[in-house]
């Protein structure tokens, strides 16, 4: 499974972005797309996740009602929908696949693609 994250770049506190997750055809049919992100200095941390089967969404604590996950099958492609961001959502998002139900748990995911920075800065 490939995956390749885009969308990211620098905007001010309050704006939006919205991160676009290439996958392989056919994938969101077996797997969990989820989204992680990594600070300088800080762990690596599960942000979103969307579920194969049912599309069920899960949120972060830290992004809850500010973050929308979301996916196009014709597409092959899953977005994360940034809105209200804050100086601490900086950091390089990555978006994995997980073979199995929804998890946070970076240890858990099979594929991971490259990831895309965003800055959040005035």
């Known amino acids: 499974v490939q995956l390749q994250a885009s969308g990211g770049g620098l905007v001010q506190p309050g704006g939006s972005l919205r991160l676009a997750c290439a996958v392989s055809?056919?994938?969101?049919?077996?797997?969990?797309i989820v989204w992680f992100r990594q600070a300088p200095g800080k762990e690596r941390e599960g942000v979103s996740c969307i579920s194969r089967s049912d599309g069920a969404t899960y949120y972060a604590d830290s992004v809850k009602g500010r973050f929308t996950i979301s996916r196009d099958n014709a597409k092959n492609t899953v977005y994360l929908q940034m809105n209200n961001l804050k100086p601490e959502d900086t950091a390089v998002y990555y978006c994995a696949a997980y073979l199995d139900v929804c998890t946070l748990v970076a240890a858990n995911m099979d594929y991971w693609g490259k990831g895309t920075q965003v800055t959040v800065s005035s």
């Open positions: 055809a056919f994938a969101l049919d077996y797997y969990a």
